[in-house]
């Protein structure tokens, strides 16, 4: 299984920080990659809850996995540790084979007021902003 480990640094305090990763409106902000645009369809931002989002091309990339232009996932919020740590299952809707399958996301909020490690299964993270380093294993 491969992974990705991504770092970014938010100089904020830990609440704020917790709070930009269960908000949907924080979300449809902050965790949308350069050149897309995010559409929050359903967000229950709650230990259980449910999200559902889009993010679309701003150009015609014809690169999208739900189509040509947009990543449709959908997931759940599996632990929250409040100020602390975020644990999310995402699932990309998608007809490619090679692209289905649970992705584990486990952003912490550090010591130093940021997210440490986001770990993504099966895919690698886009952004301008974000140190990139991947492993196979």
């Not at 084979?97 to 993270?125: C, D, H, N």
């Amino acid at each position: 299984m491969a992974s990705t480990c991504i770092s970014r640094h938010m100089n904020a305090p830990r609440a704020r920080v917790y709070k930009s990763l269960i908000d949907a409106g924080a979300i449809a902000k902050w965790k949308v990659p350069t050149g897309m645009t995010c559409q929050v369809h359903e967000f229950e931002g709650r230990e259980g809850g449910a999200f559902r989002i889009s993010l679309t091309y701003d150009e015609q990339t014809g690169t999208g996995k739900t189509t040509a232009q947009t990543d449709t996932y959908r997931g759940r919020f599996v632990t929250l540790v409040p100020n602390e740590r975020v644990v999310e299952v995402d699932e990309f809707e998608t007809a490619n084979p090679a692209l289905r399958g649970e992705m584990t996301i486990a952003p912490k909020v550090g010591r130093s007021w940021r997210p440490r490690r986001f770990g993504f299964g099966r895919r690698r993270g886009r952004g301008a902003r974000e140190n990139r380093s991947a492993t196979s294993s």
